[in-house]
């Protein structure tokens, strides 16, 4: 058996109006289920749907008063960073069961700051290093070191969304040979996204830096998989090992960038 194990035992309740989403409850009114999209609550406490709210016209209380907010919005992005680090496995559950908090945007600022700090770190420490990435591009070689440095900047934006393309890619070639559909796949891709906060370690110089990142980064990965359901260490690999190497193949690595 390959699919998470739920699955077979008790499929869960689909939304009688959108049937790809999964019901959060029932209208009081009409008895069917309903997604989250779907259903209000009335001022007296109890679910209406939208399609019986309208033929009622009952009040119903405004959503933004029972939504809890995101806690990536209230606590805000240094502060979960910092929670997500000092201890993931007690702090990524309440990050991960939340939707919006502009997940990419997150993701993508911490991958940038940590990649542009270790590419900084790295060139500062070995001055060579430049000359010696370039070595075989004579036409490279040739131009002066503060062209080449401007155009490292210029690319580092557009490495790290490769970068972060390529471990959601493999994360999503992962949970779906794992037998995750597209809406279960949605936290897998918010964890994903959590845990790029571990790149603001690579602000740490020399190798350290990169390598407490990879740690880390394993760490909050593997606390977020077990909320969702992959409890055995050896299918947290299957999960972590493709998604890792294809990060990590695009920014911050605890390896020497150039041989020798
Ligand atoms: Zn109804």
């Given at each position: 058996m390959t699919g998470p194990s739920h699955k077979q035992d008790d499929a869960p309740l689909r939304c009688s109006a959108q049937p790809r989403r999964h019901a959060v409850g029932w209208c009081t009114h009409c008895h069917q289920p309903f997604g989250e999209a779907w259903l209000l609550v009335r001022t007296d406490g109890r679910a209406i749907c939208?399609?019986?709210?309208?033929?009622?016209?009952?009040?119903?209380?405004d959503p933004s008063v029972l939504r809890e907010r995101d806690p990536l919005r209230r606590l805000g992005w240094w502060k979960s960073a910092w929670h997500l680090l000092r201890a993931p496995h007690t702090r990524v559950a309440a990050l991960l069961n939340a939707e919006g908090g502009r997940i990419a945007r997150y993701a993508y600022a911490w991958s940038l700051v940590g990649s542009v700090a270790w590419l900084a770190w790295a060139i500062a420490l070995e001055p060579q290093l430049l000359e010696r990435l370039v070595e075989s591009r004579p036409e490279l070689a040739s131009r002066p070191r503060a062209e080449l440095l401007g155009w490292l900047a210029l690319a580092m934006p557009l490495v790290t969304m490769v970068r972060l393309a390529a471990g959601l890619l493999a994360l999503r070639v992962v949970a779906a040979l794992s037998g995750y559909d597209r809406e279960a796949w949605r936290p897998f891709a918010r964890l994903f996204g959590l845990s790029q906060a571990a790149t603001l370690l690579c602000m740490v110089p020399t190798f350290l830096g990169p390598l407490a990142f990879s740690a880390f980064w394993a760490m909050i990965m593997m606390a977020g998989l077990r909320v969702l359901g992959v409890q055995s260490l050896g299918k947290?690999?299957?999960?972590?090992?493709?998604?890792?190497?294809?990060m990590l193949s695009w920014?911050?690595?605890p390896l020497p960038l150039v041989g020798g």
């Open positions: 939208r399609g019986c709210r309208g033929a009622l016209g009952a009040d119903v209380l947290s690999f299957v999960f972590l090992l493709p998604t890792g190497i294809a920014g911050p690595h």
